[in-house]
């Protein structure tokens, strides 16, 4: 215990003099700076090592009118998110800068309008010294989902080149306040592309993915009390497990799609686990204190939980059966929303300290406790991509509560969306390939 | 166009009222005999508008008992619905103060038993959205538990948790997050929607 705590200390420490370096940067080139809604505050100690990539814009044919951005403005953006490389932007090819910057492959494209408005996108991967096609894909689409295009292609890329499935594609559900309401809103993981899914007078909140991404679950205050409520994106809105008053903290099986919860009954807070398509349940913990917050992990065989039963809120982790409960967070006062990385070696959690939310992540056991976010206002709420690679968390680091990813060691730090209150991110699964198409 | 031909018919109704009143006294004087011709002449009259009239004066009468009931009550329920419970951080028990202000709130409901209250438990801005809506269920069951140890029929009250989700005041302070920690009353009236 003494030991994680040293280890902390120094991680904050670091952090701070990390900061510190930043702030001095910063402060030496300001105003270049001042257009870019990156926040180029970075903690935690990057244990990423990305790969170099080159970014040259798309030639046009016919003067085309971009609804959001260039193909090569979102490929920049995404390959700079994605936390697997870095983006060497370049007007054009340029192999000495592509050498310098040790980037091997370059994207880049044509873009084509069509008579019929609809926008002939075709996307290459090139190795830049030899120049040789290591991918080549082709999309026509309305102009409006030239982004959807782009980020396919990405994921392409990533895949060709990590082995691996991209996060590019994937999106995002959270709690937009709208005219003071709280709602419930999807978006593209970079915040693009948003869409309002509720539209009530009373609060809805909590949002989760269905398996397969068909829908979401989420809460609503509409009977004047918290309930889960499923809705599928085609508008149909069903109430779930309306047996019980009060239910909260929805959490999806990955294997099954079975839902964990809270139920509220009197005093007392439990977790229970029910089927959304039947709607029966059954109690899952039998402990004397209160449980919420429930997360499966990858493969669905461990949950965790919060439970107040030492006194304070601190995370522990429980057979799927109920069984083996095991105490996982022993440092500070208040550790909640803990959450599976989905490469399964890592828990996110929420703790905090002197009335500050900050984001932690630790081991399965508890120990090598890092903290990611510092020094920047509240940071709650993290939820992983599904390819673990990272984090969405809201912070009111700038004012008011917005959406921020961050990779799963803390580092490029970047606000997804602006304007009015946006709260509790939730990643999509990834989307089936076929249906991507 | 109906309220008005209501108030004229009211109108007529009182003048007629006045002159029947006065048609009476002379009735009282010893030459009854002279007094019995008009009165015969007019019971005709009195009879057709005593229907009108009474049950005019009645309700009149009801509206005007129903509107100082319904001030009574509103009176009463403001009373509950201004004053909040409040609570210490992360606490769920009852303080002091909160006992004293139960007890008013238990008084007024046991003796009106057409209310029916639901306590909404709040918390302030600290912690994630979770674990305040399981914070905000303890310190609304404590309350309605202490309304029924008082003798308040538990049939008559709902508890529910908004958690840190409807925040009385607005703010990142202790003036703030110590007007947030509460329990507040919503009150009805038994056969009538909020």
Redesign the interface.
């Known amino acids: 215990m003494t030991n994680n705590y040293t280890v902390v200390q120094i991680e904050v420490m670091m952090n701070k003099i990390k900061l510190l370096f930043v702030f001095m940067a910063m402060a030496l080139v300001a105003p270049a700076f001042a257009a870019i809604d990156t926040i180029a505050v970075d903690v935690g100690i990057s244990v990423f090592q990305t790969m170099p990539i080159g970014v040259v814009p798309f030639e046009e044919e016919g003067k085309i009118k971009w609804t959001t951005e260039a193909p090569h403005q979102i490929l920049t953006r995404d390959a700079n998110l994605s936390g697997r490389f870095e983006a060497v932007p370049s007007e054009q090819f340029d192999l000495v800068l592509f050498s310098k910057k040790r980037a091997r492959q370059y994207v880049t494209g044509t873009a084509t309008k069509l008579p019929n408005g609809k926008i002939k996108l075709d996307c290459y991967l090139y190795a830049a010294e030899t120049k040789d096609l290591l991918l080549g894909e082709s999309y026509t689409v309305k102009p409006y989902d030239v982004r959807q295009a782009v980020h396919s292609f990405f994921d392409k890329v990533v895949y060709r080149l990590f082995g691996e499935r991209g996060v590019a594609s994937t999106k995002l559900a959270y709690v937009s306040k709208i005219d003071g309401i ?1 709602q419930v809103m999807i978006s593209d993981y970079d915040g693009f592309s948003r869409r309002q899914i509720t539209r009530d007078s009373s ?1 809805s ?2 949002p989760v993915w269905q398996k397969g991404n068909k829908g979401l679950v989420y809460v609503s ?1 509409r009977k ?3 309930n889960l409520y499923s809705i599928t994106f085609g508008g149909k809105e069903t109430p779930l497990f309306t047996q019980y ?2 239910t ?2 929805p959490a999806v099986n990955p294997k099954t799609g079975e839902l964990l919860f ?1 139920v ?1 009954e ?4 439990e977790i229970y686990r029910g089927d959304l398509k039947t709607g029966t349940s059954q109690k899952f913990l039998h402990l004397k204190s ?1 449980q ?2 429930p997360s499966w992990s990858p493969f669905a065989s461990e949950v965790l939980f ?1 439970s107040d039963r030492g006194g304070s ?1 601190q995370v522990y982790a429980v057979g799927k059966d109920g069984t083996d409960v095991r105490r996982i967070t022993f440092m500070g006062h ?1 550790n ?2 803990a959450s599976w990385s989905p490469e399964g070696d890592r828990i996110v959690y ?1 703790s ?1 300290d002197d ?1 500050k ?1 900050n984001i932690y992540t630790c081991a399965l056991d508890g120990t090598d406790i890092v903290q990611l976010t510092s020094n920047a206002g509240n940071n ?2 993290p939820s992983w991509s599904p390819d673990g690679k990272l984090i969405a968390f809201a912070s009111d680091r700038g004012g008011n509560y917005q959406i921020y990813i961050m990779r799963k060691d803390g580092s490029g730090v970047t606000r997804i969306t602006n304007g009015s209150e946006n709260t ?1 991110p939730t990643w999509s699964w990834f989307f089936d390939e076929k249906k991507a198409k | 166009m109906k309220t008005l031909l209501r108030w004229t018919l009211m109108a007529a109704a009182v003048a007629l009222l006045a002159w029947g009143c006065s048609k009476e006294k002379p009735e009282t004087d010893p030459s009854p005999k002279t007094a019995e011709q008009p009165a015969d002449s007019t019971l005709n009259l009195d009879a057709l508008i005593a229907d009108t009239l009474s049950a005019d004066s009645l309700a009149r009468l009801e509206a005007e008992r129903l509107e100082a009931e319904r001030a009574r009550l509103e009176e009463m329920i403001n009373r509950i619905m201004l004053e909040d419970v409040y609570f210490d951080y992360d606490r769920s028990d009852l303080t002091e103060n909160a006992k004293r202000l139960l007890a008013q709130v238990a008084e007024i409901l046991v003796n009106e038993n057409r209310f029916m209250v639901t306590v909404e438990g709040h918390t302030d801005a600290r912690g994630t959205e979770d674990y305040n809506i399981s914070l905000g269920a303890r310190r609304s069951t404590v309350v309605r538990d202490f309304l029924i140890a008082y003798g308040v029929d538990g049939n008559r009250l709902a508890s529910v948790s908004y958690g840190k989700e409807r925040p009385k005041v607005q703010g990142a302070d202790e003036a703030a997050y110590s007007k947030n920690r509460r329990a507040h009353f919503r009150v009805s009236i038994v056969g009538v929607e909020p």
């Open positions: 709280k609060i909140m909590m205050f004047q009390r918290p008053k009060q909260f903290s809270s509220t009197g005093a007392k807070t209160n919420v917050s919060t809120p208040y909640e929303r929420t905090m009335g939310m709650e709420h509790s």
